[in-house]
């Protein structure tokens, strides 16, 4: 499921509303340990992506 998630993201990554959504959707249905793993991976590529960084606090509360 977290390759999948990870994709979708990927795909919307173009519009920070529509990926923050779509990263609430993630947050609801991956398991505890893929959350950690979309965790690190969402810090990765955010770094890239600026106009995402408001979406690692949906993430960390």
Same mark, same amino acid.
């Given at each position: 499921? %977290? *390759?999948?998630?990870?994709?979708? =993201?990927?795909? @919307?990554?173009? *519009?920070? $509303? /529509? %990926? +923050? !959504?779509? =990263? &609430?959707?993630?947050? !609801?249905? #991956? /398991?505890?340990?893929?959350?950690?793993? $979309? +965790? !690190?991976? =969402?810090?990765? %590529?955010? #770094?890239? !992506?600026?106009? $995402?960084? &408001?979406? $690692?606090? @949906? @993430?960390?509360?």
């Amino acid at each position: 499921m %977290f *390759d999948y998630t990870k994709s979708i =993201l990927e795909r @919307v990554s173009f *519009d920070p $509303l /529509l %990926f +923050r !959504k779509e =990263l &609430q959707k993630a947050i !609801k249905t #991956l /398991l505890p340990f893929e959350m950690e793993e $979309l +965790r !690190k991976w =969402l810090y990765e %590529f955010v #770094l890239e !992506k600026p106009e $995402l960084q &408001q979406c $690692l606090l @949906v @993430v960390n509360s």
